[in-house]
């Protein structure tokens, strides 16, 4: 499917108390992550997406990782139950302006999942199980978006999308730690070594990759791979503990 669409929603005043365990979180720098945003929305428009731009929630320091909120798969679109209690409610403005494209459905109590640990596959989807998602979140997902979900297992992950990411004509690109992993191995893969592991989390819009700036050994690879690379400086948003892929909802 064309990805024609693009929900966005830019950093609020509160962007700076971030939930992130990130070593340089005191340094978030809300002038810089507001610039950075545009420079990433603008980027998306560049390549002939239509931005739904939301208005920034000061309540919710996260609210701009728009992922988390929801995973859409064909006509439907699931809205998550977030893992840390904080960010529910990020998802009220996200939900009213999918059910203009979609049929909805929410995750309900006990269950947790965010967006960040879906990754879409061609035929389905691998979604972590992690600090944020748990079995039931993925299980409700499955029934609802009816599609397959395989799951992987790691609790010390925050998102599964931080070291695997499907970039399209069967390649994958992932973290070296992953390597091995059984299910991926249908798959060309990217192998990404640690010291350059935050690329890994980049955002594919047809043979295009957005890749986050300064780790050009990632960036080479992928474009060997025959895609062409846009490269935006995200410095702010990695001290969020988020990335490129966690700042849209693409369709």
């Known amino acids: 499917m064309k990805i024609k669409k693009a929900i966005v929603?830019?950093?609020?005043?509160?962007?700076?108390?971030?939930?992130?365990?990130h070593p340089l979180h005191h340094t978030v720098n809300l002038e810089k992550a507001?610039?950075?945003?545009?420079?990433?929305?603008?980027?998306?428009?560049?390549?002939?997406?239509?931005?739904?731009?939301?208005?920034?929630?000061?309540?919710?320091?996260?609210?701009?990782?728009?992922?988390?909120?929801a995973v859409v798969v064909g006509n439907k679109a699931f809205i998550t139950r977030?893992?840390?209690?904080?960010?529910r409610g990020e998802d009220k403005e996200v939900e009213e302006a999918l059910k203009e494209y979609f049929t909805i459905k929410r995750a309900t109590e006990p269950a947790t999942l965010e967006g960040g640990d879906a990754l879409h596959l061609p035929d389905r989807l691998i979604c972590g199980i992690t600090q944020r998602t748990n079995e039931l979140g993925t299980k409700q997902m499955e029934e609802w978006l009816q599609v397959k979900v395989d799951t992987i297992t790691n609790p010390n992950i925050v998102h599964l999308k931080s070291?695997?990411?499907?970039?399209?004509?069967?390649?994958?690109?992932?973290?070296?730690?992953?390597?091995?992993?059984?299910?991926?191995?249908?798959?060309?893969?990217?192998?990404?070594?640690?010291?350059?592991?935050?690329?890994?989390?980049?955002?594919?819009?047809?043979?295009?990759v957005i890749m986050s700036k300064n780790f050009s050994y990632a960036q080479n690879i992928v474009i060997e791979a025959g895609f062409e690379?846009?490269?935006?400086?995200?410095?702010?948003?990695?001290?969020?503990?988020?990335?490129?892929?966690?700042?849209?909802?693409l369709f």
């Open 229 to 249: 690379v846009i490269s935006l400086e995200m410095s702010e948003f990695e001290k969020c503990q988020g990335a490129l892929t966690c700042l849209s909802i």
């Open 82 to 87: 977030m893992g840390v209690q904080s960010r």
């Open 34 to 69: 507001m610039q950075q945003h545009v420079n990433y929305c603008d980027v998306l428009s560049s390549l002939g997406l239509d931005l739904i731009k939301l208005p920034p929630k000061k309540k919710y320091p996260d609210s701009c990782f728009v992922e988390d909120t």
């Open 163 to 208: 070291y695997m990411k499907y970039l399209g004509n069967n390649m994958m690109i992932i973290s070296d730690e992953y390597v091995d992993h059984p299910l991926l191995q249908e798959f060309d893969l990217l192998v990404i070594p640690k010291k350059e592991s935050y690329s890994v989390n980049c955002l594919s819009v047809d043979n295009t």
């Open 9 to 21: 929603r830019e950093p609020s005043l509160g962007f700076t108390q971030c939930v992130s365990s």
